[in-house]
């Protein structure tokens, strides 16, 4: 009797613990991420603060480009959803024993017509911030994009499955053994 009293305390214990623990890191979560908003991508805000720093942005100028940022952030917040709900249509033909190559080619070009639109509405947006820009700003923004973009293409983007595209000299050696 006393050994199930001693299992029971325990066992209530464990569960005050566990749940304390999630409670913490409920909380801590939920601090650092408001509800409702996507987590900022590293990077981000250096950029944005390199452009408005580089290009000594006007009020006017400043309010202007923080709605282009929000309207560019919410097309390709679209663009993604759409991505993901391609991605999960894709895999769900895995579960076929017989898988329909038409509809798996089809899903393949609407993923490459996705990464093409997520390149447009991004070229776009650069577009319409050039716009925004005074004659004397045009240049600094010009070199500002090369830098932008040597930066982004000095990082390789992950292919599908997550790994990093072919190397342009072949593939990578095999690794040492030792």
Known sequence: MKSEQFYKIVIVL??????????????NNNKEQPMGHMPPRPGRNHVDRMMSEKLNLTNDQENTFQLLKEEHHGQ????????????????????????????????????????????EVTFDHFIKLRMILSPDQVGEFDKLVEEIASQILSHPRMGRGGHPPPHPDGPPPPPEEH
């Open 76 to 119: 390709m917040v679209a663009i993604q959803r759409e991505e993901s709900q391609l991605h999960k249509d894709l895999f769900l033909l895995l579960k076929s024993s017989d898988i329909d190559t038409a509809a798996r080619n089809e899903f393949f070009r609407k993923l490459e017509e996705n990464d093409r639109e997520k390149e």
């Open 14 to 27: 464990l569960l005050l613990l566990n749940g304390g623990t999630l409670a913490f890191l409920w909380i």
